[in-house]
């Protein structure tokens, strides 16, 4: 299993940027794909995560109303848009893989990729 997190990069605040993840090595219609973010210091932090057939979504309460998760199963892919970012939402950020999106926000999911970072600064 392969995942790997794009998009990321340095944006003021109030800006928007979309994360992509791209999964290969597994029956991705079958899988949830959760995003989580580490900051500096920080322990590890559950963002977002999809749910593999109804597309259910889930969100931090931190992130909830700004950031929209989707997928694209054709493409095997995930997105993270993320809107009205603030400087406490820099951190990186990785997604990872579960056939249950039980674990996701505890940062249990069994599979990962690297991680993109995130910089809100003006």
């Known amino acids: 299993v392969q995942l790997q997190a794009s998009g990321g990069g340095l944006v003021q605040p109030g800006g928007s940027l979309r994360l992509s993840c791209a999964a290969s090595g597994l029956a991705f219609h079958n899988y949830a794909i959760g995003w989580s973010r580490q900051a500096p210091g920080k322990e590890r932090e559950g963002v977002s995560c999809?749910?593999?057939?109804?597309?259910?979504?889930y969100y931090a309460d931190s992130v909830k109303g700004r950031f929209t998760i989707s997928r694209d199963n054709a493409k095997n892919t995930v997105y993270l848009q993320m809107t009205s970012l603030k400087p406490e939402d820099t951190a990186v950020y990785y997604c990872?893989?579960?056939?249950?999106?039980?674990?996701?926000?505890?940062?249990?999911?069994?599979?990962w990729g690297k991680g993109t970072q995130v910089t809100v600064s003006s």
């Open positions: 999809i749910s593999s057939r109804d597309g259910r979504t």
């Open positions: 990872a893989a579960d056939l249950s999106v039980v674990g996701w926000q505890k940062g249990l999911m069994p599979y």
